[in-house]
DNA sequence: CCATCCATGTCGTTA
DNA sequence: TAACGACGTGGATGG
């Protein structure tokens, strides 16, 4: 990894074209030969970057140049497979350090749609008293229905899950009912809706739509978790 | 801006909790207090991160370490207004630096979806002869449409334009027509799905509403520009 | 401040 | 490889 803190002026052309002034910046080049520009502020975003596989060849300072200190006038330009461009324009260097950081081990995570989905799936009572899982996962033409249960009175159910429920989320589970309703073994099936959050305006389709909204709590899934974990 | 490589391991607690167990990495800590945790590949996210506004405190080294060079063992803990944290545990630190950058002009593109919309309503020729263009940004209850238009017949056409075209762009053009054909006035209102890019699948959907997809090349679109441009 | 929608989205999983 | 959906989505814009 390679750090350069440098004034420059950068410009993107690709799917975009983009264009960035000159000033001082952090650029930031990874082993891979990807390179990011930050600036001093705003989010982990960077102004401008280029995402590897991707190759960075470095053209020498302009002939009229100075030399002094590191290659005042130097242009970079990274290209990837796509042909699109990243070209730094650098008129001073400030600082450049070269550091070798190894493989990292990578993330690990909790909390996302996945576990939430285990944990419901194992309190599908949460849904309503009586209720029983059929599958999880339930596959259909267009893709896998989140669970499918069964109502007390036998009928199915069709679950989706979200941590957060917006409208698409709605969209797909009525999908999903349209496509399951034409199954004459399954038919009628209804629709559960369930999310962390549900934003208003999906609650008001899926309401209208006659699907049921259920707002999970994670903590609660997780604790129930750990009750039973207890009694048993 | 401050630039530190150091061997760290980091803990984010927040909407998710997620572990970075011990390795070098890149710690770069911006001017307004937020946190970027870098490796040297992937892309231009962080592994780990703190978005502002944040606040940054430094917890001194454990009380039996050794005091050699900038404080081993020291724990970061960035917070937000939400309760979020992201902490980082430093074991050895390999090179530490900061750095004056001033405020950032900031960037400058061209090409996006706004201007996609632009050059179409220029040219709605493009979706066909005798096409004309009623209103860019026609107001709705629900939102805008893209552009609304009349075919050689005089009927009216809704135009929703992506640049990548994906099943909730056909989603909410469908929602839109719903609504422009119980206006009497207006009826029948038919749509058309214009992207540079169209995935199967939304194609597909579209195709089954009735919708018309229209690939657009933005080059020629401003191709034509620049031909109307010469010619006038 | 809340809600919506775009993005050089990026990132994983799966067909 | 391409498509598809989730994301600590982030960020801008309009009500």
Not at 89 to 103: M, P
Not at 118 to 143: D, K, N, Q, S, W
Not at 156 to 181: C, F, H, M, P, S
Request: glycine share 8%.
């Amino acid at each position: 990894m390679r750090l350069v803190i440098a004034e420059c002026e950068v410009d993107y052309v690709g799917r975009l074209t983009a264009h960035l002034p000159s000033a001082r910046r952090l650029l930031l080049i990874k082993a891979d030969g990807s390179v990011l520009v930050h600036s001093d502020g705003g989010s982990y975003k960077p102004l401008n970057w280029m995402s590897p596989p991707c190759w960075l060849t470095e053209e020498p300072a302009a002939a009229g140049s100075t030399a002094e200190g590191a290659d005042p006038g130097a242009l970079w330009v990274v290209t990837n497979k796509a042909g699109e461009q990243l070209r730094i324009r650098i008129t001073e260097i400030e600082h450049d350090s070269s550091h070798q950081l190894g493989v990292d081990p990578g993330l690990v995570k909790d909390g996302v749609e996945a576990h939430l989905q285990e944990l419901l799936a194992e309190h599908v009572e949460t849904l309503g008293i009586g209720f029983t899982l059929v599958r999880r996962e339930y596959m259909t033409a267009i893709g896998p229905v989140d669970l499918l249960c069964r109502d007390p009175a036998g009928a199915a159910v069709a679950v989706e899950i979200k941590r957060r429920g917006e409208i698409d989320g709605v969209e797909q589970l009525t999908r999903y009912l349209d496509l399951l309703n034409r199954d004459p073994l399954l038919s009628p099936v209804s629709g559960v809706f369930a999310a962390q959050q549900i934003k208003p305006q999906a609650r008001t389709l899926a309401t209208d739509r006659g699907i049921r909204c259920v707002t999970l709590d994670y903590d609660a899934l997780r604790g129930a978790d750990d009750t039973a974990f207890r009694l048993f």
